[in-house]
C-alpha cells in the first residue's frame, strides 16, 4: 500500500488523507475547486496557496506567476503534488466575487448564510459571512436522489409514482439538512445562531422535488412548471434539527425560467453579469439538458435543449463521470493518440470532456468522417481497455446537435448572429474541462475559441450573490425574469433543419492536408 499524507484545506477547514506524491487536481475538484482551463495550466484560476508543508514549484508554476508570488507560497492547484503534509489556502474562497474587484453593497447584514448549487449530480454549500462575504465552510457530496436515476427524466418517472415524489422531496431535504449541520459544526459553536438564511438554485426539476411540487407536468408536453417561482421555508417548516440552527432562519429556492432552465441557470445570469452587458453574449451550461441563454441588458431568450446523457458519460459504452479511471483529455502526439487518466492508473472508462477530445483527435486523424462514420467501421482505439464504437459517435452527434441548433435559434430569436456573440461564458464542470478547441472542432461550439470562457460555478456564484443581496432585497427577482422570455425550441420550425445540420461534424484541416 503506498503511503499517504496529510491535506489541510483552508478556509474550508478539512483535512484528508492522500496518497504520497499523488497529483491533487482530482481530489480538490471533490472538494468543489474548480480548474477554468481544465487543469491544463493556461491560466491561473486555479490558484492556491501554500501556507504549510513544501511544495517546490514546477516550470508551468514558474510561467504563471512571479518570484515574489512563488515566494509567498502560491502553486497552480492542476500541478500540485502531495509530496508531503501540506495546509493550502483556496483562493477561489476568499471572496464572494470570484475575480470581480468593485465593493460590495454596504447594506449586507450580520450573520451567517449558507448557498447551495443543488445539481442532478451533485450538491455543493458554502458558508459565508454576511458582512464581508468570506467563506468559512464548504461541503460538497454526490446528490442521494441519483439511486432513483441519474438522469432528470428518470427521477420525474419515480416521481410520478405512488409516494415516488415524497421519498425524492424527503432524501433531498434530509441531505441537505445534513450538509447545514456540518457546515454549521466547522465553526465555533457560539456562532451557530448567527444563521440567518440559506440560499438554494438548481435545475426545475430540482427546485419542485425540494419544495415538495408535483412533478408530472415536467414529464408531458409541454412540460410546464406547476409553480416555476421564488419557493420559501423556515428550517422549522423543513422538518431540520434547531438545535444548532435557528428554527426561523428563512430557505429560499430561487425561481426558475422555464420549464427545463432553472434558478441554477437565473444564477448564472447574475454571475456572468449578462442582464448588465451592453452587447448580446451567451450562458451555456452543458450536461443531459443543455441551457442556453443569449442576450444583454435588454432583453433575453433562453431555452433548454435535450441533448441526452452523452456529455456526462452516459449511454457511451465505456463512458462514465469524471471520476478516478475516466479518460478526461486526450490528445495527438506524433500521430498517435495520448490519454490523460483522472486519478492516475489505467483507464477504466471515458468521461464527457475525453469525448469531446477523442473525436476531436479522430477526425484530425481522419479515423473519423465528417459524416460520423469510423474509418472501416473500426472501433477508435484509445488505449489497451477503452474505445468508442460507432453507437458511441452517433450518441455524441445527436448530442451536440441539439446544443448547436439550440444556439442558432436563440440567436435568431434574439436578432444576432452567432460569430458576433462574445463573450460565451461556458457554466459548470463540463464547461471547466471541455477542451474550446475540441468543442469547436466537433461543431458543439460553433465559435471563435478565444470567445469562449469557462466560467465555473456560476450557479453557486449567483446564489451568493443573491444570498448578500448583491442585487437587492427582492429574492424573486420579477424584473429580471420579466426580460427572458422561454424558447421552446423543439417547436420551432427550423429545429429539425438545423438539428439535422449540427449532427455532421466539421472537415477537419489537418486530415485533408494529408
Known sequence: MSPRVDLRLEPAGRSLSVEHGALLQDELFAQGVEFPCGGRARCRGCRVRVVAGQAPPTAEDGARFTQEELGEGWRLACRLRASGALTIELAQWETLILGDESSLPASLREGLGIAIDVGTTTVVAQLLELRTGRVLGVRASVNPQARFGADLMSRVDFGTRAEGRSCLTRVIRDHIGGMVQELVASVDACRATEIQEIVLVGNTVMHHLFAGLAVDSLGQHPFDPVDPGLQSFTVKDLGWPSDTVPPTAGVHFLPCLGSFVGSDILAGILATRLHQASTPGALIDLGT??????????????????????????????????????????????????????????????????????????????????????????????????????????????????????????????????????????????????????????????????????????????????????????????????????????????????????????????????
Open 289 to 514: 439538458n443543455g441551457e442556453i441563454v443569449i442576450g444583454n441588458r435588454e432583453r433575453m431568450v433562453c431555452a433548454s435543449t435535450a441533448a441526452g446523457p452523452a456529455f456526462e458519460g452516459a449511454r457511451i459504452v465505456m463512458g462514465m463521470r469524471a471520476a478516478t479511471g475516466a479518460i478526461s483529455e486526450v490528445q495527438v502526439n506524433d500521430g498517435t493518440l495520448r490519454c490523460h487518466v483522472i486519478g492516475g492508473g489505467s483507464a477504466r472508462g471515458i468521461c464527457g470532456s475525453g469525448l469531446v477530445d477523442a473525436v476531436a483527435c479522430g477526425l484530425d486523424l481522419g479515423l473519423i468522417q465528417p459524416n460520423g462514420r469510423l474509418f472501416q467501421g473500426m472501433p477508435l482505439r484509445l488505449d489497451s481497455m477503452v474505445e468508442l464504437s460507432q453507437c458511441d459517435i452517433r450518441e455524441l452527434q445527436l448530442a451536440k446537435g441539439a446544443i448547436a441548433a439550440g444556439i442558432r435559434i436563440l440567436a435568431d430569436r434574439w436578432g444576432t448572429r452567432v460569430e458576433w456573440l462574445t463573450p460565451v461564458c461556458l457554466a459548470g464542470a463540463f464547461g471547466n474541462y471541455i477542451n474550446r478547441v475540441s468543442a469547436q472542432a466537433i461543431g458543439l461550439l460553433p465559435f471563435p475559441s478565444e470567445r469562449v470562457t469557462p466560467a465555473g460555478n456560476t450557479a453557486l456564484l449567483g446564489a451568493k450573490m443573491a444570498l448578500l443581496r448583491v442585487w437587492g432585497p427582492d429574492l424573486d427577482f420579477k424584473e429580471l425574469r420579466d426580460k427572458v422570455e422561454h424558447v421552446s425550441v423543439n417547436h420551432d420550425p427550423l429545429f429539425i433543419d438545423h438539428y439535422v445540420a449540427e449532427m455532421g461534424f466539421p472537415r477537419s484541416p489537418v486530415a485533408e492536408s494529408r
